[in-house]
């Protein structure tokens, strides 16, 4: 009985690292759909969300079954319910990355991003990719060490930002008012994946650690 | 031994309501500071942001000792677990508030909003407000029919939204890209509010029927 249960927090923690493999893909599919106008790749990414979302409430329910048969405590607990949060912190990020496809898709077949600002976009991309990434590695490993990397790579996110920021609103834009609302709402979308992948590090830091490393590592904006 | 946890648990569920009761007036005051470039209560909102948080983490250490202690089943099980993920999200509202402030602050003396859009972000503010204002009330009621209201209100969001990029991307904007990066943001910011209040609304329906009224109340986009 008890080793059943074993398996089947386990399978929870499996499945996790798997849908973090997926979002991570999606966030690729959707930068690559956003840099090339691909029309069709940006249609699979918005499909994908749903599969998402399915699987983000079979973990959920899995997770509420182990809380209300097992009763578990002290560091199983905090995994569980660690789980929850990042299940919910996962689908989110897919979310983000549909509505990236989406503006994709709204400006096909022109694209979203001006000429400008693409090799920003690639970074940003590069660098959310990354993040859902190593935040799966983190917790399929449960190892602190990868949180250090999530925290350089979000102060890279920001840095990203401002200077999209500084673009966006320096004297010279000639883009136009539309590709300036497209660029602030995609920075904004890359941004926030970003956060959801530390604050997934965060929770499993506290789960392998029992400690917040709030402080340490994400300094409060 | 049985009583004290049930006043724990209610304890719980006052505090969330008291804390939705909070975010609304951060709501609020965000969107006076906005609307009267007041720079005081701007400040104020950011400072408040803090206390939410600690009431956040606060409401999270109970709730996970009541699953510790207690090994609750069933529909108390349920409340818990929704409790979570309900502090969760109005600790969310707290920042997207903060954020609005921010920007309230980052243009004064000047306003964000500009004149042709105030009426759009005096109903977004208030749909907002009362938003949050229904879901601690449906919390703290768990009263199924107050979340008919938070429907049709999340209705309205989306409905200014819409027409406030209608606008900000006519042929006829006059006032710079600047304030069309503010009013996207701002638009945003608004709009995830009331996703979280309408998500906080499907939680308690499904906490008080067992059932996610998903597709009858919010379908998807």
Redesign the interface.
């Known amino acids: 009985m008890r080793e059943l249960y074993r398996e089947q927090l386990d399978d929870v923690l499996l499945d996790l690292a798997q849908m973090a493999q997926e979002v991570s893909t999606a966030v690729r599919s959707a930068t690559t759909a956003l840099l090339e106008s691909d029309l069709h790749l940006a249609e699979q990414v918005i499909s994908a969300d749903d599969q998402l979302d399915l699987k983000q409430s079979d973990i959920e329910r899995r997770a509420?079954d182990l809380?209300?048969l097992q009763?578990p405590?002290?560091g199983e607990?905090r995994i569980i319910?660690a789980s929850?949060?990042m299940v919910?912190e996962l689908e989110r990020m897919g979310d983000l990355a549909a509505h990236i496809a989406k503006i994709a898709r709204l400006r096909y077949p022109e694209s979203a991003v001006p000429e400008t600002l693409r090799p920003s976009f690639v970074r940003m991309g590069d660098v959310a990719e990354k993040m859902v990434i190593a935040a799966g590695q983190t917790l399929h490993d449960r190892n602190v060490q990868s949180a250090e990397e999530l925290r350089d790579r979000d102060q890279e996110m920001d840095e990203l930002r401002r200077t999209q920021f500084r673009v966006?609103?320096g004297d010279d834009?000639p883009y136009?008012?539309?590709a300036?609302?497209d660029v602030?709402?995609l920075g904004?979308y890359y941004e926030r994946i970003a956060d959801h992948a530390a604050s997934m590090a965060r929770r499993i830091i506290y789960v392998v650690t029992g400690e917040f490393p709030e402080h340490e590592y994400w300094p409060q904006p």
Chains 1, 2 share one sequence.
């Open positions: 509420f809380l209300a009763a405590v002290a607990l319910v929850l949060r919910a966006l609103l834009w136009g008012v539309e300036a609302v602030a709402l904004r």
